[in-house]
């Protein structure tokens, strides 16, 4: 009698702070990693419990690269059974400077790479169906938008709306997904985007990321540790009943 396969979580932008968290948080629970970014993201496997953590490449711009890299996620004995898109970038502006050349880089990877990679996982699923969870990082600027950030936010409200119709076509299946919206998270890419707040409002840094801290009644920023686990469980089978929901990981709004 063989036994269960090996459980693989794959994790598309695993360089970045939030992939590096959702790394951890998915091997404590048990899974081997399959860690994918466009550049070498081995080091979020340093330091991982448990074994068989793989780093490899991937360009979510570019359809056929994540279909390849779904196909390597699981080796002999292993399944695939979840994956967590972190993958983003950042750019912010008024509406009426609006960068095209920047609009259209973080749309191919914010929203578009997410469509990439759900018709990949769609396609996979409908092949072998088995109980699978995805979860795509959007953001509280998905929830509600502010001023300089209306590409950001869009992308992110346009996923949000992905992850509730993908939720519903791969639910035959066996497959999950659900959006996670964080709040400012403690990042570095966070605080490049204060660097270019606060240069655009003529302030300083230090004033824009004690602005976004005090964004919630927590007052301070999110650990991207909180983010991690929250992904892990709901790719795990202990949110089995959970989908095409939005999970935020952030305060309160502050009263007032």
Known sequence: ???????????????????????????????????????????????LPGSGHRAGLVDVTDQGSVEEMLRDAAGPGERLDGLVYTAGVNYTGPVATTDWSQYDRLMEVNLRGAFRTGQAVARALADDPHPFGAVFLSSTAGLRGEAGGSVYCASKFGLIGFVQSFAAEIAAYGGRANAVCPGNVDSPMLRRLAAQVAEREHTSEAEVLARFADASAFRRLIDPAEVGRTCAWLVSTESSGISGQTLVVDGPPPAG
């Open 1 to 47: 009698m063989t036994g269960q396969p090996k459980s693989v979580v794959a994790v598309v932008g695993a360089a970045g702070a939030l992939g590096r968290a959702v790394c951890d948080a998915v091997a404590r629970r048990g899974h081997s990693v399959w860690a994918v970014d466009t550049v070498d993201p081995s080091a979020a496997l340093a330091d």
